[in-house]
């Protein structure tokens, strides 16, 4: 059964754990397994693209790439979220389904602030407000990503509709801390104990880490509301 209970569920696509729990554990309505199908990727695009690519062959009707984002839009806080109409990498561009992104803004108006535009990949974390800007000024992304553009290149050779929902966490004028990028593992997990040693080398970090746990938890908090309101099915097919 499917989001409608009519043909395949969408398959998702999230890197982090906590991404992933904001889906399975969001409220939405008709329940996951009779909607949608969830891959826990881990961090990059090829491993989002590996993920997708396993979506596709199960049968799924459309694919998303589902989790938060860093802004390179001035103006984009923490919990503002994205929907795609395209993913720009490789100097090249893969566009969204062109009607999926304003079905669901349409269900999130006026809960969540949501801005439709192009999601740009990046194969490593960009941290820096500078980086941020340039970026943005070259490209008009409104966001960057590591996943998307796996997703998005599983979804066109298996001719799949796809869209990505990125929750932002870190604004354009806010650096992420180096120690914070250092913690993570390559499938999303916090390794605490390289984290603690971290603040014990530079405890002058720890205001930037307190800012940027609560900027997580207002796009997490975004992305359970995205679910909340819009079903399993994220208004695929709607």
Known sequence: MSRDGVGAPIG?????????RCLTGGGGRGGPEECVRVSLSGMGQARA????RSLAGRGVS?????GTAGALAPGLGAGDVVLSTAVLFDREIIEADPDWPSRLAGKLDGRVRVEKGRILHAEAVVASPADKSRLFLSTAALAVDMETAGVARAAAEHGLPWLAIRAIVDEQGVSIPRLAL???S??????LGK???GITRAPAEIPRLLRLGRDFRAARSALKTVVRLAGYGLCYGR
């Open 195 to 197: 984290l603690l040693a």
């Open 12 to 20: 998702v696509v999230a890197a982090l754990p906590a991404e992933a």
């Open 186 to 191: 390559a499938s999303g997990r916090p390794r």
């Open 49 to 52: 693209y590996r993920a997708a």
């Open 62 to 66: 459309a694919l998303v790439s589902f």
């Open 182 to 184: 250092d913690a993570l």
